[in-house]
């Protein structure tokens, strides 16, 4: 039998669970420093006894056993923890990796369609802006995590659906497609400084300023989606995290978005497209617990 430590380490929240006696146990979320995550997760495993595992899900890019955070001063290494901690084993996965793993272990009131389609293959797409921007595919049933939205494409495109000029504040996607983007973009606008919780609250209450910049969100990163349903024949894309699950109300006409900018003769594929709202709070521990059943 497994006793683990399941953690997700995001760029703003650590959650933690554990799994042991078969049981995994309810899911903890607090805000922890870069300098107090190894004494954190040494109290735990102190604390609870008895655990020879530790899987972590890790907001930034594997390289073989660490992950180096995008939106944090610590690299997370799974020997070093493996030897503070006395462990047998130390897993780690990228954030949106470990979604890609918690579709096996969700029940289906955790997705909910918001646009019908045909899916005909098995492909994939997660997206989620939140502190960054969380890409992964799924291609013939393989996991392949990504670090797409700190890319330095051209966002001048996307800053002409905001009526803004090109600006060096904006070099990555997910310096749109974020929800420090969506603030950069408010204040940019409209010279004002805001949260992007206060700006959804206002959008959804009607609030002309705020709708503005989240309609063109939406549309933002709705274009993004059909250049890498195009690229990868995705034919499901999974939204997740809690900014587009805050946005559920506008979520509903999204469709409109769909094949809007992309080559119109492939725009017949956006039709066989399924879209998904992923609802679960804690899909990073899940996928934690996926792969911990999964290894030997």
């Known amino acids: 039998m497994k006793n683990a430590l399941l953690v997700d380490l995001g760029g703003t929240n650590v959650r933690h669970a554990f799994f042991t006696k078969n049981k995994l146990s309810s899911i903890i979320k607090k805000k922890i420093s870069d300098e107090d995550f ?50 047998k084993k130390c897993f780690l996965l990228n954030d949106w990796e470990a979604v890609a793993h918690s579709l096996n272990q969700l029940k289906p009131k955790s997705l909910m369609t918001i646009k019908e389609g045909t899916p005909s293959n098995k492909n994939i797409l997660l997206i989620g802006p939140g502190t960054g921007l969380g890409v992964t595919l799924i291609i013939n049933n393989q996991v392949i995590s990504t670090e797409f939205g700190n890319v330095l494409s051209s966002t001048a495109g996307m800053l002409k659906n905001f009526e803004l000029n090109s600006s060096k504040k904006f070099s990555s996607l997910e310096s749109i497609l974020s929800g420090p983007g969506i603030e950069l973009l408010y204040e940019e606008k409209f010279q004002k400084k805001l949260s992007s919780v206060e700006i959804i609250n206002l959008a959804l209450n009607g609030s002309e300023n705020e709708f503005y910049i989240l309609d063109n969100f939406l549309k933002t990163l709705i274009s993004i989606i059909d250049d890498l349903v195009l690229t ?21 006409s999204v469709h409109k978005y769909f094949s809007s900018g992309m080559n119109p003769k492939y725009s017949h594929l956006i039709e066989k497209v399924q879209v998904i709202l992923l609802k679960e709070d804690e899909p990073g521990i899940y996928g934690c617990l996926e792969l911990l059943k999964n290894v030997d």
């Not at 890790?58 to 462990?87: F, H, Q, Y």
């Not at 024949?233 to 995290?241: C, D, H």
């Open 38 to 87: 190894i004494p954190y997760l040494l109290k735990l495993t102190e604390e609870k006894g008895n655990i020879d595992y530790l899987v972590i899900a890790a907001a930034g890019p594997k390289e073989k056993k660490s992950i180096k955070l995008t939106n944090r001063k610590l690299i997370v290494d799974a020997t070093e923890l493996e030897n503070k901690l006395k462990l």
């Open 232 to 252: 990868f024949s995705i034919e499901k894309v999974i939204l997740g995290g809690a900014i587009l699950n805050s946005l559920e109300p506008m979520l509903g």
